[in-house]
């Protein structure tokens, strides 16, 4: 490799690192939306601890809040990839159970993009 081609992956490297530490998110959440098709259900404070019991097309789900989190506790759907998904802590962060066309997204002093479709 010639001097140029160093320099390329140096400057490669740095551009790479900054932009990185500038666009990645690390905001903490403040509350969640739950969404039913496409309403809002609610917007909750994650600074509680509490289980919201929500009815969607195919049966009864649960989230729960606590220590500034949030996750599907219980879903009707079959593979339970939305309660798999785990605790949520970070702005931006969502959880989808589309069987039972309910989301969950954590929501920060910002918001990072337009809307969450499914």
Same mark, same amino acid.
């Given at each position: 490799? $010639?001097?140029?081609? /160093?320099?390329?992956?140096?400057?490669? +490297?740095? $551009?790479? #690192? @900054?932009?990185?530490?500038?666009? /990645?998110?690390?905001?903490?959440? %403040?509350? @969640?939306? #739950?969404?039913?098709?496409?309403?809002?259900?609610?917007?909750? +404070? $994650?600074?509680?601890?509490?289980?919201?019991?929500?009815?969607?097309? #195919?049966?009864? &789900? %649960? #989230?729960?809040?606590?220590?500034?989190?949030?996750?599907? &506790?219980?879903?009707? !759907?079959?593979?339970?990839? !939305? @309660?798999?998904?785990? /605790?949520?802590?970070?702005?931006?962060?969502? &959880?989808?159970?589309?069987?039972?066309?309910?989301?969950?997204?954590?929501?920060?002093? %910002?918001?990072?993009?337009?809307?969450?479709?499914?």
């Amino acid at each position: 490799m $010639l001097i140029g081609d /160093w320099l390329i992956f140096i400057a490669s +490297s740095v $551009l790479i #690192i @900054v932009l990185f530490q500038q666009l /990645w998110s690390h905001e903490h959440a %403040t509350t @969640v939306q #739950i969404r039913l098709g496409d309403t809002v259900y609610g917007t909750y +404070s $994650l600074n509680q601890q509490r289980d919201i019991h929500v009815k969607g097309t #195919i049966g009864n &789900a %649960t #989230i729960s809040i606590m220590n500034g989190k949030a996750r599907f &506790a219980q879903s009707p !759907c079959h593979n339970q990839y !939305c @309660v798999h998904q785990g /605790w949520l802590s970070r702005s931006g962060q969502a &959880a989808i159970c589309l069987p039972n066309q309910l989301s969950l997204e954590l929501v920060g002093e %910002t918001k990072h993009y337009d809307s969450l479709n499914y």
